[in-house]
């Protein structure tokens, strides 16, 4: 079982940057894949970018690429999002996932997969104003 807890939303302006948190309860974390999906009002929820369990790996939607940068620190139990150049269109609630490795290649059509992730968390609000 993993516990997942998000942190670092809020307001920010469009051209800013916020540094969103999600840290993990458990022993395992380090063996997970990590994502990090938002949901804006009316909308489905949608990838925006995963990591690999030794942060080798990593992949992002082509919404937010070369904005966002998914990091992760096993010691620490906690995966990051780096969110710069913000626009209004990043607006909703983001959510990380761990997703419990499974046989077979991790290629991104598995990590964008909302099905393949195991945990949620509760969630954070980011709110950016033009």
């Known amino acids: 079982q993993v516990q997942l807890v998000e942190s670092g939303g809020g307001l920010v302006q469009a051209g800013g940057s916020l540094r969103l948190s999600c840290a993990a309860s458990g022993r395992t974390f380090s063996s997970y894949y990590m994502g990090w999906f938002r949901q804006a009002p009316g909308k489905e929820r949608e990838f925006v970018a995963a990591?690999?369990?030794?942060?080798?790996?990593?992949y992002y939607a082509d919404s937010v690429k070369g904005r966002f940068t998914i990091s992760r620190d096993n010691g620490k139990n906690t995966v990051y999002l780096q969110m710069n150049s913000l626009k209004p269109e990043d607006t909703a609630v983001y959510y990380c996932?761990?997703?419990?490795?499974?046989?077979?290649?991790?290629?991104?059509?598995?990590?964008?997969?909302?099905?393949?992730?195991?945990?949620w968390g509760q969630g954070t609000q980011v709110t950016v104003s033009s």
């Open positions: 996932a761990a997703d419990n490795p499974r046989p077979g290649l991790w290629v991104v059509s598995r990590a964008a997969a909302l099905y393949e992730y195991d945990y």
């Open positions: 990591v690999s369990w030794n942060g080798g790996t990593t």
